[in-house]
């Protein structure tokens, strides 16, 4: 018999609570991990079966092309960081870094931010969508301060102040757009709900519109992590547990991004609104080039990692600010390649840094030397993100700036600028990190392997071979955000 | 008696502005955390004169929350972490008082330019409500960037809140708006009292976030 969608969607925010609730009360941590990797692997379970099933959308929760492809990526990347997550903080617990203590709240902590990025995800409520941010927020603030060590207080000093009055403005426009749609929809839940809100999109008073999609992009853009609202990114990620790292670039960011989108689509639906698109591709341009050339100082290897994902989120927002069937496509490629990517970056981090006792880029040389598996796995990945074929990163690329040369030549000129001066970095680092003499010391990993090679090979594949169905669906998709 | 609501309406949210410019410009602690503590108790006056005009009886909740929570608890809890941590002396400013309320002075006017001609198809009252919590939204941002001392942050912080729950309590039937302010009390009460100050007390012996720069992982 098949389950209904009904039951699957309500598996999907189910299971990670009821995980949170089980690892909120488990002491031992090997139990811990063990129940966090089967909590997210049923989740992406049930997932999945929303593929093939489908709710019908409520006031609250709502399921369509363009969330479900998302929440397979984000359980299927959950899923993998907590196996990834498994092997990491055995380490770290024998390194003392963490105690047992902390790891349960680790644990739990990870749940709960499964559920707010499912809910997130979900949500038809554009309430809701605020209050599943703002969960997620507050445990990645928690999480980010979890090694309690002064620069990691001061990352979540930072993130918390950051993100909550970037929140605080997404809540102001979030209000904006109540207010917006209440003279023709009328006081209650419907007028929040935003299927309902994009049918009755055109009737909207323009000018509340635009003033709520400047809130809603510097706020939920702060999440982002477009320049100049980004400061609170590299230090989250380099102050972290790298699991968080992980799943912060490939997973928290391109929700933010999604729920931008959201709006997007619902500005583009009233004819009289200011187009969105020449916002998001100032910011995508601008974050593009200030985090390249960032790329170049950075001294921290997951700090400048941190900084290749803003590069990255700015060209995913530069193409869905180009906007257009293929822009669109694009941008859609782009995130979920991205996601991939970053997450096998970082999972290959977690380990170097684990095996080198440190994060600085100059104290680490000649991995490929000392390391094989794990250094050839990092220069994949840096070649991968870097975009260079035959990675999947490179067909989007490719497909942004030949459809960004194709309408608005001007534009390609920065975008390719940035594209190359963020090769150039990433090349230039790889070398010190990967060849050469390998530096001490040089501490065995006992490392998973399996989570950072899929994620390679799926972006390899990708790169190679678009399924048809995959295509079609992300077409379906990219002309809906249009 | 329509007169008489929106009247009423009108000088409750201007005192929420008037209070959150007193905000900027009080250099000592204690006296901070009770203009706040006037700051959630006018807020929470508003919130209930909405509640009574709109007939909407869960805005009580929300007014409620706001008097209990943000009017006494939270301000009798810094009271008490800021004599225990000893810092109720003089705090810093990173710019001059002067600059700050003109600046501050320069921002309301912004807010009331911007709301007021785009709300215009809005009723009277939604839109001088929303051009005042904008002022207080972003009054409560200036605070937070021209203060160095997380209490003084967090002040700012809530302060900033205030507006939003006015704004929301503004707009006429909104939903969800208790649930929204029950999660900011929990972000606020959870993260900020209960977490960061211990933690950051534990490890500097001080609150001054300008400490915490020296930090920074960038340093060679």
């Known amino acids: 018999m098949m389950p209904s969608g009904e039951s699957a969607m309500a598996a999907v925010l189910i299971i990670p609570a009821v995980a949170t609730l089980l690892l909120a009360v488990i002491s031992s941590y090997q139990a811990g991990s063990t129940i966090n990797v089967v909590a997210t692997a049923l989740t992406l379970c049930a997932s999945s079966l929303l593929v093939v099933v489908r709710p019908a959308p409520s006031l609250y929760l709502h399921v369509d092309d363009f969330n479900i492809f998302l929440v397979v990526l984000n359980t299927f990347v959950a899923f993998t960081t907590s196996v990834f997550s498994a092997s990491y903080i055995a380490h770290e617990l024998s390194s003392r870094r963490l105690t047992p203590g902390y790891l349960r709240f680790y644990h739990a902590m990870y749940q709960v931010l499964m559920l707010a990025m499912n809910v997130a995800l979900l949500a038809n409520n554009i309430g809701l969508m605020w209050v599943a941010i703002e969960l997620a927020t507050l445990t990645t603030v928690l999480m980010v301060g979890i090694y309690r060590t002064p620069a990691a207080l001061e990352a979540a000093w930072k993130y918390f102040i950051l993100g909550s009055v970037g929140i605080a403005l997404a809540l102001f426009g979030t209000i904006l757009i109540y207010l917006a749609a209440r003279p023709t929809m009328g006081q209650g839940m419907e007028s929040m709900a935003w299927t309902l809100l994009v049918s009755h999109a055109a009737a909207f008073d323009p000018a509340l519109l635009n003033l709520a999609f400047v809130f809603l992009l510097l706020g939920y853009g702060t999440k982002v992590g477009l320049a100049p609202l980004h400061a609170w990114l590299p230090d989250a990620h380099a102050e972290g547990p790298t699991p968080i790292s992980a799943v912060l670039s490939g997973l928290l960011l391109n929700v933010a991004l999604y729920v931008l989108l959201r709006f997007k689509i619902l500005l583009t639906a009233n004819a009289a609104a200011l187009a969105p698109g020449a916002l998001m591709i100032g910011m995508g341009l601008v974050s593009l080039i200030f985090a390249a050339l960032m790329l170049y100082r950075r001294r921290d290897i997951k700090r400048m990692f941190a900084y290749s994902s803003i590069e990255h989120m700015g060209i995913i927002t530069f193409a869905f600010g180009m906007g257009g069937p293929l822009a669109s496509f694009a941008g859609l490629f782009h995130m979920t390649m991205h996601s991939l990517t970053k997450s096998a970056i970082f999972f290959a981090v977690g380990h170097v840094s684990q095996a080198k006792g440190t994060q600085k880029i100059a104290e680490i040389r000649g991995l490929t030397e000392s390391h094989p598996v794990l250094g050839w796995g990092l220069v994949l990945g840096v070649i991968a993100i870097a975009g260079m074929p035959p990675f999947g990163i490179f067909m989007s690329e490719f497909l942004i700036i030949s459809s960004t040369f194709a309408r608005e030549p001007l534009l390609a000129i920065p975008l390719v600028l940035g594209l190359l001066i963020g090769i150039g970095a990433l090349v230039l680092r790889m070398q010190g990190l990967a060849f050469g003499p390998a530096s001490q010391p040089n501490t065995p990993v006992e490392a998973s392997y399996v989570p950072l090679f899929a994620h390679l090979a799926l972006v390899f594949a990708a790169g190679v071979f678009l399924p048809d169905a995959l295509v079609s669906w992300f077409r379906t998709v990219a002309t809906m955000i249009g | ?220």
Do not use: C
Request: charged share 15%.
């Open chain 2, 1 to 220: 008696m329509h007169g008489l609501a929106f009247d009423v309406a009108h000088l409750l949210s201007g005192s929420l502005v008037l209070i959150s410019l007193m905000l900027l410009y009080q250099d000592r602690l204690y006296s901070l955390l009770n203009i706040f503590a006037f700051h959630a108790v006018f807020l929470a006056f508003a919130v209930a004169w909405q509640a009574f005009i709109q007939r909407a009886p869960h805005l009580y909740v929300t007014a409620a929350i706001a008097l209990a929570f943000k009017g006494i608890v939270i301000p009798v809890a810094l009271h008490r972490m800021v004599q225990r941590l000893g810092i109720h002396r003089q705090i810093e400013t990173v710019v001059g008082i002067g600059p700050t309320m003109l600046f501050g002075i320069g921002l309301v006017a912004l807010s009331i330019m911007v709301m007021l001609p785009v709300t215009e198809q809005a009723d009277a009252l939604t839109q001088e409500d929303l051009a005042f919590a904008l002022s207080v939204v972003l009054l409560g941002l200036l605070m937070m960037v021209t203060r160095r001392n997380a209490v003084s942050q967090i002040v700012g912080f809530m302060s900033l809140e205030n507006g939003l729950i006015l704004a929301a309590a503004g707009a006429k039937g909104m939903p969800l708006v208790v649930e929204i302010s029950i999660a900011f009390s929990v972000l606020i009460a959870l993260i900020v009292i209960g977490i960061f100050l211990f933690r950051i007390r534990e490890r500097f012996d001080t609150v001054d976030v300008h400490v915490l720069d020296r930090f920074r992982g960038e340093q060679p």
